[in-house]
């Protein structure tokens, strides 16, 4: 635990010193749980975002992509349920005073026990060696079945209790499950409450409740009250999706973990339009498709898993999410959710207005269903710094620390540096970077020693360093550097462009 702790600081701690993140407002000692996005950072962003735009929108002919306003009509939120359900359970520790969720007090203790699981199973792979039959010792274990158990009767009861509303049940399990405190260590607890974690303002002049708006807690129903003007204006067939990226607000209890929980941040959500009754097939269909736009980056397939909800939202008939090996553990990175006819059924009612669809091929009206894939962008965010950032030691006992964000997503795509700043050699540098810099970010660095600037450049992620020496201005050639081998090769500038182009086109993530 201590080490994944410290492993999160040390990200947090590169991603500020090398301009990816900063607290926001530092100068007044920031902002909880609000992050502002620096130099590199923002190129990253940037980068993740094309990536699931073209993906998502230019690689499926029947997606679009909107970007609608952050207010809307208040009414939006009464009629999708977030004024009266999109609420947390929390609870005090009346010692340190520190707020938790309930729901993930309880998660926690749960993850805890699949750790036990897990230590057990590894246990049983040293002991049997090659004949460990992993399948059959988690089946017939008596600890890995005590704590199985265990887990399924903590998840059903919270299950039971959030599902009722019962507040009371849920105050009671924490008990019955002995959880303290992380910073108190005491059961010292409040009784659990519901917070609605809607940030609200006043619209014009006017203030009191009819003057009450809210700033957006998701995406997605700018996309669902735009579903008749996109469907009629883009002469859209069902099925099909509308995406967007944007910003979004909630006002979260527990904000902590860096970027990870954040009371202002960015969502990439699609909703997919189906017939109703094929919403499961579509329901896989995008779990699929998302898993695979995940494991394309190559972070490792084994970071990922998918976890299904215990408690379903108000508006889902099935749920799930992608999980990632953040250094906290896994959680949640992106939410698959089969919304059912749930937002457009309630705006019709709302809104006095019909949101239907006519099927020419079951000449027939209805209301669609939906299917909706919403990933954090933040949460994108940590999942490529975090798993990207390495500290190596090579063959010759030096170290480095790495950043070996995939390429295509990487700030920089490469570094052009002349060996010494005389003789012609910085004028021939950016000369090159002119040939480049139309498709790649380029970075001109003249400053120390080659080595050091190659360091540099591996601390932000920069796949490709180019050196220009005294040999490139007798015949064209230069030292191209890859981050990852560190290996160095001589190369006509010709080629260069193509070489660099090869290995950083969004294009190696996509097909
Ligand atoms: N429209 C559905 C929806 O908003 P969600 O599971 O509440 O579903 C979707 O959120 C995704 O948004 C999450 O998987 C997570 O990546 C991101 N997200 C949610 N709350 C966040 C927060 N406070 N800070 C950063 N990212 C957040």
Request: hydrophobic content about 35%; glycine content about 6%; charged content about 30%.
């Amino acid at each position: 635990m201590e080490q994944k702790e410290d492993k999160l600081k040390e990200v947090i701690s590169h991603a500020k010193e090398y301009g990816f993140v900063f607290p926001s407002s530092e100068i007044y000692d920031g902002l909880a749980a609000t992050y502002d996005y620096g130099q590199l950072g923002s190129e990253l962003k940037n980068n993740i975002k094309s990536y699931w735009w073209k993906s998502m929108v230019q690689m499926h002919e029947n997606i679009v992509g909107i970007d609608s306003a952050i207010f809307m009509h208040p009414t939006t939120w009464k009629a999708s349920g977030h004024v009266d359900a999109f609420n947390d359970p929390l609870i005090d520790n009346k010692d340190s005073k520190k707020r938790y969720r309930a729901d993930v007090l309880l998660e926690e203790h749960m993850e805890k026990i699949r750790l036990k699981i897990e230590k057990e199973v590894e246990k049983g792979v040293k002991r049997f060696g090659d004949d460990f039959d992993e399948h059959q010792f988690r089946a017939t274990n008596p600890n890995v079945l005590r704590n199985a158990e265990k887990i399924k009767e903590i998840e059903d009861r919270m299950r039971t209790s959030l599902e009722a509303n019962d507040l009371e049940g849920v105050y009671q399990l924490i008990m019955d499950c002995e959880i303290v405190c992380p910073v108190s260590g005491s059961r010292n607890w409040t009784e659990v409450r519901q917070f609605n974690l809607m940030f609200s303002t006043e619209i014009g002049s006017v203030s009191g409740d009819a003057a009450t708006i809210y700033l957006r807690p998701e995406t997605a129903q700018g996309i669902f009250v735009n579903f008749l003007n996109v469907q009629k204006s883009g002469r859209m067939k069902i099925p099909f999706g509308i995406a967007q990226i944007g910003k979004a607000f909630r006002n979260e209890i527990v904000a902590r973990q860096f970027i990870f929980r954040m009371r202002e941040f960015e969502q990439m959500e699609m909703q997919f339009f189906c017939r109703p009754g094929e919403e499961m097939k579509w329901y896989e269909y995008w779990k699929e498709t998302r898993s695979n736009w995940h494991k394309a980056l190559g972070l490792g397939d084994n970071q990922y898993r998918f976890h299904d909800h215990i408690k379903l939202a108000h508006y889902a008939n099935a749920a799930c999410d992608i999980e990632f090996n953040f250094p906290m553990g896994f959680k949640e990175l992106e939410g698959i959710h089969s919304r059912t006819d749930f937002d457009l059924k309630q705006h019709e009612q709302f809104s006095g207005k019909k949101l239907q669809y006519f099927d020419p091929e079951l000449n027939q009206n209805y209301v669609p269903f939906v299917v909706e894939t919403s990933v954090g962008l933040d949460r994108m965010f940590l999942a490529v710094l975090s798993a990207s950032h390495k500290n190596e030691v090579l063959e010759d006992g030096s170290e480095r620390t790495v950043l070996s964000i995939p390429p295509a997503l990487a700030p920089y795509k490469v570094a052009i540096m002349p060996l010494t700043k005389k003789d012609g050699l910085p004028e021939k540098a950016r000369e090159i970077i002119d040939g480049l810099k139309f498709d790649f970010l380029c970075q001109y660095d003249e400053k120390d020693s080659i080595g050091k600037r190659y360091r540099r450049q591996d601390a932000i992620g920069t796949p490709f360093s180019v050196t220009v020496d005294h040999e490139t201005l007798e015949n064209n050639t230069v030292t191209i550097r890859d981050r990852d081998t560190m290996e160095q090769v001589r190369v006509n500038i010709a080629d260069l462009h193509r070489l660099i182009d090869e290995k950083v086109n969004m294009k190696t993530l996509l097909v």
